[in-house]
């Protein structure tokens, strides 16, 4: 249900287009009505001007008409961005140009890529890396599984 608390001066109208339906709408307050969703798409624009439906004030297109406000639109963004947001797997994205960023920014530092044998794995046969456990003979193909099967299997030490 969406809650609609309308205008003091368009109360009485919403009411009555309210208990107009064959089932008529229920209040959930002194002020509130509940309207079905189904329903909500048919209310007039004119009973929602200046309404709070759940929790928000209803921003009509007739009121922005009548008091000259634009209407919303897509945020602008610079045009050195647009079309390069989409990444390619295992294709790196462009370096974002420095223009792209506001001037109170603060740019993050880029970590170094780890290599092979940093995080205690080490290069097997097909490309890829093994952990081995320290305790016993056994591999795993992340170092997640070594951890988890150290914390299970040893847990005498």
Not at 83 to 101: H, M, Q
Not at 110 to 137: K, L
Request: charged share 25%; hydrophobic share 35%; with cysteine.
């Amino acid at each position: 249900m969406i809650h609609v608390r309308p205008a003091s001066e368009r109360r009485r109208d919403f009411a009555r287009w309210a208990t107009g339906h064959t089932v008529k709408l229920r209040t959930v307050g002194p002020d509130v009505f509940a309207v079905p969703p189904h329903l909500f798409v048919d209310v007039p624009e004119e009973l929602l001007i200046g309404a709070i439906v759940d929790g928000h004030r209803y921003r009509s297109p007739l009121e922005d008409e009548a008091t000259g406000t634009p209407p919303p639109g897509p945020v602008d963004q610079p045009d050195v961005l647009v079309g390069e947001l989409v990444g390619v797997p295992g294709v790196p994205l462009p370096p974002v140009p420095d223009a792209a960023y506001p001037p109170d920014a603060v740019l993050l530092p880029v970590a170094p890529a780890a290599e092979p044998g940093q995080d205690g794995s080490t290069p097997d046969s097909s490309g890829g890396n093994t952990f081995a456990c320290d305790r016993c003979p056994r591999t795993f193909t992340t170092a997640r599984g070594r951890d988890t099967h150290r914390r299970q299997a040893h847990t005498e030490d």
